[in-house]
Nanobody
């Protein structure tokens, strides 16, 4: 069992940056792979970035040139660093945790626990 809380969202101008945090409570945080997903109004939930359990050996992002995911297990936290944001990045961003045996999970159904989300708005 794990609870997740996202933070760090807000209003940012195009080209700006944000760092989102996903802070977990509960035990055995290292055992969970973590994914970041986003959902804009009227659109399906979309996978953004993922990192494997333990030391995060495997990781990827749909916008690898702009988004970077990292985990700090001592803080039970996973970060999503977002650079050069565009209006198309506007969405509610969720983090999720799941037990995934190999690598990362790219589909929402692979994750069991979800945070409430944090709003990211990219606008002038």
């Amino acid at each position: 069992q794990v609870q997740l809380v996202e933070s760090g969202g807000g209003l940012v101008q195009p080209g700006g940056s944000l760092r989102l945090s996903c802070v977990a409570s509960g035990s055995r945080f290292d055992e969970y792979a973590i994914g970041w997903f986003r959902q804009a109004p009227g659109k399906e939930r979309e996978g953004v970035s993922y990192i494997s359990s333990s030391d995060g050996t495997w990781y990827e992002s749909i916008a690898a040139g702009r988004f970077t995911i990292a985990r700090v297990n001592a803080k039970k936290t996973v970060y999503l660093n977002m650079n050069r944001l565009t209006p198309e990045d506007t969405a509610v961003y969720f983090c999720a945790a799941g037990v995934i045996d190999r690598g990362v999970g790219r589909v929402a159904d692979e994750y069991t626990y979800w945070g409430q989300g944090t709003q990211v708005t990219v606008s002038s």
